[in-house]
């Protein structure tokens, strides 16, 4: 089992930028695919990027394409989003969380394991 810690978010002006970091323990972070979440007050928890177990590949929403980032380091457990020119709209809880090596998805119920989350709002 391994157990996920996000960490980074903020307050920040809309087109600014955060990196949300994510430290995994308990098992080594090459035995998984991990992913970002968010999730906006009275909206369903959405999926925002995911990272292959090696860092080869990876995958974002539309929404954030072009403008977050996500990628990883086994070696030190760490998994990051940056995210750039941010809007309003990103405001949000977002969580990191791992799937099995494997395993593919954009839907929460494909991942097994989750952080606690950190807030991440944008003023305009």
């Known amino acids: 089992q391994v157990q996920l810690a996000e960490s980074g978010g903020g307050l920040v002006q809309a087109g600014g930028s955060l990196m949300l970091s994510c430290a995994a323990s308990?098992?080594?972070?090459?035995?998984?695919?991990m992913g970002w979440f968010r999730q906006a007050p009275r909206k369903e928890r959405e999926f925002v990027a995911n990272?292959?177990?090696?860092?080869?590949?990876?995958y974002y929403a539309d929404s954030v394409k072009g403008r977050f980032t996500i990628s990883r380091d086994n070696a030190k457990n760490m998994v990051h989003l940056q995210m750039n020119s941010l809007k309003p709209e990103d405001t949000a809880v977002y969580y990191c969380?791992?799937?099995?090596?494997?395993?593919?998805?954009?839907?929460?119920?494909?991942?097994?394991?989750w952080g606690q989350g950190t807030q991440v709002t944008v003023s305009s």
């Open positions: 969380a791992a799937a099995g090596k494997y395993r593919d998805g954009v839907q929460p119920t494909d991942y097994d394991y």
């Open positions: 308990g098992r080594t972070l090459s035995n998984y695919r």
């Open positions: 990272i292959s177990w090696n860092g080869g590949r990876t």
